[in-house]
């Protein structure tokens, strides 16, 4: 009797469960989900349809996301993983975690991109930032950048996801010559340092005449601030992309929750707040085109990026050649 | 001796058991979830740079502190307490925080530069190798000065004056009374801030200048936040233990214990200091040291000041979770460290228990985090334990510091007072509270509000565990430079320096009015 | 009965030996060169030093595994007898009850002592705001709560003026007459042994004598007492 008592009750919260609105979590980094981030808008657009509760869990950044993602493996409570980059997808996709989306959506993102696994949400190009009337004529090249006096501060590709993608700009732009850049761009290195933050702090306080960056970067001071005085250089070369994705977990039991996500992810409730949130690109432009004040940036004539199973290669002796060159 | 092994010393044992679970057992967690290890010649390197960075930073901070901490107990002067006070701020500023301030003063277009400019001087750069050792001893000097200040002001009433009734001149005291003191205080001191460099990595990285100044713990973050390599990220700190095995113990080599025995708690006064040269040097040192740490506060601060307007509402609800966490870290961190005294000074595995207690000076936050993740994450969610596991692992990160400086002064109790407190049966609990927290009271105040300022400031674990519900203050600070937002940062990052640095004077100043009572 | 059963006390090159018996509520002194191990023997007695060999016996039972806060002892040192940030009263009060639970009637009691050693009143005070002679008076005060059945004075009142000193020692003499306990007193001054102690130990060249009449070893010193006392024996 006590056992059927038991099975009768462990069944009454087994429906009770089931009743209850379901809840569909999303890893993502933290400036995702910040006040002043995409996150809070999202999740409301989001609830009103889904008739869930979203729930964000969050780690420091796209690479702090995976390796997060990497610690918790088939255990994870995420259902949908947000935020990496495209230097990291091939890694992802190694983890086996990750199940096809199954989705074609049309994107506006300057280069094709299909992946099973992934789903691009928002993109832009790294660029050096700078002051107009500090830098009256900003360098066309990163050989132009060397030859000049200019000085700039850098991210560590070993620690940050910007650091990494001038690491893998070089070595699309430049394949085998790309040491003796980095050894002709050593003088102009004022430092090095471990994430994008206290790059653009320390431009922004004077230390440096350019800062890597995004071509967008300019868009948050022009329109958050009212200050016109940034651009961002573009290339003759080309410059290098970043294209933010997201991906559903295999171990999900929210499996639909998740492809609806990942489809309202490319509608304009969510597209729509990525401009002025998180200062990139929207992968899909919204139908009122971008808010004012992105039509003044620069657009690079050429998009570099390298495919994700290369970059993957590349990285390890990237930042080797790096090393080298930096430490004479 | 007779004494027993009470259930304060059982206590002690066990809290050093449990700091070396939590330390080790992490790396060991990290390490057993690892495939494979290896050690590069970049590792090779970087443990070059980091053990010659850290020598060299250490050795100027104490060096430096040695004429600072004279200059402040020979002297008396307005604004003397505020300014002991104040020293206590560069130690616990976030480090991002404090590099900005450092820039402001020292930077391509800091004040110095300025002023050079002005003056048709060549301007100096503050990046490379000496702009890391700058760096490390702006956070390190003056964490030095208070541990060699307490030092001084062991030196008991009694014997500065029969060294004066014996005609003593400054040499005479500073070999008879202060070197003594110096050879017991300064390998300490030494050794703790040698391991806090060990385990930087923000501050070489940026000044440095490139990758050359790369240290152990920049290849540990790289490891783990970046090629998951988590075999590579326990060798690392694996290699970080055992330079922190061989600085603590050849410390221990090198401490000689002085017995001043006990003064009645007379008032100090010194009968050596009075000549013009020596107040001059005073004056000097005193002005540059106060110098060199204020200017790039008064740069955070002004910058703040600016910010403070533009701060978002979560700054407010942040502000709140990080001094509950801070509270709570400090009440464990302050009991855990008493009772890891009164273990040491029972006897019985004293070094061992001692090491134990240093042991988290030389732990990579990120290892402890990450492992801490591995061992709960099966059990339960890690944001549901994000602030209690931050509180904890806090405490812990803070005990080398307090330990520190309290067992110094613990032994120096158990000096005079042993005896007496053994004959009168005065153990466990009731010793703990009529003679030891009294007696200490000062110190443990002081110790009270570093640790709580340094909890206030860390960021090593939180951003592991927490989701956006619970940041505490130097998360969000992170998160605004990460969106642009450098004026709100700023504006948040003097918000936490007011806070940490309220907490420490609180805590710093409730030990000493009722020592002074 | 105390009794030093075969005591040996090493401590690095040093070596001392006794080998006798103190019967209860008799009063001792302990007199010889200074480093002959007067201190370390009465050490010994309060458990701060464990023998070497031998035993330590107080009415037959071993005192070397009891801890010196249990042990059937109150000892005066020569400094450091009172915590510098208690009042007298809560160093009193020490005495009684380590966790310093006092009852009224242990306060009363506090109270008498304070009278009885001269310092009525004085309580509230701070050690600091003390003389040297109040300071012994109040750790006298101490030992005479806690009325253990030996007392060790390990020259407390070895900075004292001989007036003061006198007084000190005259109120030992009626505070142990009171309490009955057996005093062992280490002294180097051969006037303090025979106005306090019929029987005196002599503590030179790594042996503690039994101890022998005062008035005897004064008038007809053994030659390690002659050579310390000097002057004395012309």
């Not at chain 2, 107990?73 to 991002?96: E, W």
């Not at chain 3, 005060?141 to 005259?170: H, S, V, Y």
């Amino acid at each position: 009797m006590n056992a059927s008592i038991l099975a009768a009750g462990i069944l009454t919260i087994a429906t009770m469960a089931m009743a209850e609105t379901p809840v569909l979590t999303v890893l993502t980094y933290d400036s995702f989900t910040a006040e002043w981030g995409p996150g809070p808008a999202i999740e409301k657009a989001f609830e009103a349809e889904c008739g869930c509760d979203l729930k964000f869990v969050t780690a420091g950044d796209g690479a702090a996301v995976l390796a997060r993602l990497k610690l918790e493996g088939t255990r994870s409570d995420a259902d949908v993983v947000l935020g990496l980059d495209t230097n990291l997808t091939a890694d992802a996709a190694a983890t086996g975690l990750f199940a096809p989306h199954g989705q074609t959506v049309a994107t506006n993102l300057p280069v094709a991109f299909n992946d099973p696994l992934f789903l691009p949400f928002d993109w832009g190009w790294f660029a050096f930032v700078y002051d107009k009337a500090k830098v009256p004529t900003p360098p066309k090249s990163f050989e132009d950048l060397a030859a000049s006096s200019l000085k700039i501060v850098i991210e560590d590709p070993r620690s940050s996801t910007p650091g990494l993608g001038l690491l893998m700009w070089v070595k699309a732009a430049y394949g085998d010559r790309a040491p003796e850049i980095w050894a002709a761009l050593a003088d102009n290195i004022v430092t090095v340092t471990p994430g994008w933050s206290e790059a653009y702090g320390l431009f922004l306080n004077g230390e440096a005449d350019m800062v890597l960056s995004y071509t967008t970067s300019p868009a948050y001071h022009l329109i958050a601030e009212k200050d016109d005085s940034k651009a961002a250089a573009a290339f003759d070369e080309g410059n290098y992309l970043q294209i933010e994705v997201a991906g559903k977990l295999a171990s999900s039991p929210h499996q639909e929750l998740a492809d609806k996500f990942l489809a309202f992810m490319l509608t304009e409730s969510f597209q729509g707040a990525i401009p002025e949130t998180n200062w990139m690109y929207p992968a899909v432009t919204p139908k009122d085109g971008l808010p004012k004040g992105f039509e003044t940036l620069v657009i690079p004539s050429k998009s570099l990026l390298l495919p994700a199973n290369e970059a993957q290669a590349l990285r390890a002796p990237s930042i080797e050649e790096w090393r080298a060159a930096l430490a004479r | 001796m007779a004494r027993r092994a009470g259930p304060v010393t059982r206590a002690g044992r066990a809290v050093a058991l449990g700091v070396a679970a939590l330390t080790l057992g992490t790396l060991l967690a990290v390490l057993l979830r690892a495939e494979t290890a290896s050690f590069g010649p970049a590792d090779w390197s970087a443990l070059r740079f980091t053990v010659l960075a850290a020598l060299t930073a250490a050795t100027l901070s104490v060096g430096l502190a040695v004429p600072a901490s004279r200059a402040l107990t020979r002297r008396r002067f307005p604004g003397r307490g505020l300014v002991i006070t104040l020293m206590g701020a560069p130690f616990l500023l976030p480090v991002v925080v404090a590099v900005l301030g450092l820039l402001a003063v020292f930077g391509r277009s800091g004040l110095i530069n300025r002023t050079f400019e002005v003056l048709g001087l060549s301007p100096v750069s503050i990046y490379g190798p000496h702009g890391v050792i700058l760096g490390l001893v702006f956070f390190n000097f003056p964490l030095a000065v208070r541990m060699v200040l307490s030092g001084w002001q062991a030196i008991p009433a009694e014997r500065l004056r029969l060294a004066a009734a014996l005609g003593f001149g400054p040499d005479a005291v500073f070999r008879h009374l202060e070197l003594p003191m110096l050879r017991q205080t300064l390998p300490g001191a030494f050794v703790a801030i040698f391991l806090v460099c060990l385990t930087s990595f923000a501050i070489p990285l940026t000044l440095g200048g490139g990758p050359r100044a790369t240290t152990l713990e920049l290849g540990i973050y790289q490891a783990l936040r970046f090629d998951y390599d988590l075999g590579r990220a326990a060798l690392l700190a694996a290699a970080q233990f055992a330079l922190c095995a061989v600085a603590v113990g050849l410390a221990a080599r090198l401490a000689l214990p002085t017995r001043f025995g006990a003064g009645l708690d007379r008032q100090v006064e010194r009968w050596d200091t009075r000549g013009w040269v020596l107040r001059l040097q005073d004056s000097v040192v005193l002005m540059l040291s106060c110098g060199f740490l204020m200017l790039p506060l008064a740069m955070i601060a002004l910058r703040g000041v600016e910010g403070l307007p533009e701060m978002p509402a979560s700054v407010w609800p942040a502000a709140l979770r990080s001094v509950l966490v801070a509270l709570v870290s400090t009440a464990l961190c302050m009991a855990a460290t008493v009772t890891l005294c009164a273990a040491i000074s029972a006897g019985p595995a004293a070094r061992w228990i001692e090491t134990a207690g240093m042991l988290p000076l030389a732990a990579s936050s990120l290892v402890l985090g990450t492992g801490l993740f591995i061992l709960v994450h099966p059990f339960a969610s890690p944001e549901r334990l994000a602030l209690p596991v931050t509180a904890l692992v806090n405490a812990a990160m803070a005990m080398p510091y307090a330990l520190r400086l309290i067992l110094p002064a613990h032994r120096e109790v158990e000096a005079a007072f042993g005896r007496l407190s053994d004959s009168l049966a005065l153990t466990g609990l009731a010793r703990l509270r009529w003679l030891i927290l009294p007696r200490l009271r000062p110190v443990i105040g002081f110790a009270s509000g570093v640790v709580a300022a340094l909890s206030m400031g860390d960021l090593g674990v939180i951003a592991l565990f927490a989701n956006e519900s619970q940041a505490t203050l130097p998360l969000v600070v992170q998160q605004l430079m990460g969106a642009y937002r450098m004026p709100a940062a700023a504006g948040a990052s003097l918000l936490l320096v007011g806070l940490s640095f309220a907490l420490f004077w609180i805590c710093d100043r409730g030990g000493r009015r009722h020592a002074a009572s | 009965m105390l009794r030093l059963d075969r005591l040996e006390i090493r401590q690095g090159d040093f070596r001392l030996n006794a080998d006798w018996q103190v019967a209860a509520g008799e009063r001792v002194a302990v007199i010889g060169p200074s480093g002959a191990g007067k201190s370390t023997l009465l050490m010994a007695i309060a458990g701060f030093i464990a023998p070497e060999r031998g035993d330590i016996l107080w009415e037959g039972r071993s005192l070397l595994q009891v801890a010196p806060g249990d042990r059937p002892v109150s000892t005066l040192f020569q400094d450091q007898n009172l915590f510098p940030h208690l009042t007298v009263a809560q160093n009193l009060g020490l005495g009684v009850s380590p966790a310093l639970r006092l009852a009224p009637v242990d306060r009363a009691r506090m109270e008498e002592a304070l009278i009885r050693v001269g310092l009525g009143g004085l309580g509230g005070r701070r050690p600091g705001e003390l003389s040297g002679g109040q300071q012994g008076r109040a750790a006298l005060a101490r030992a005479l709560l806690r009325a253990r059945p030996i007392l060790l004075l390990d020259e407390p009142f070895a900075a004292l003026g001989p007036a003061l000193k006198a007084d000190m020692l005259g109120l030992v003499s009626e505070i142990a007459g009171e309490t009955g306990a057996t005093v062992l007193m280490v002294t180097h001054d051969p006037a303090d042994a025979v106005a306090f102690a019929p029987r005196t130990a002599v503590v030179a060249g790594g042996i503690a004598s039994p101890p022998a009449d005062t008035a005897d070893l004064m008038r007809n010193p053994p030659p390690a007492l002659a050579e310390y006392l000097g002057r004395f024996r012309a």
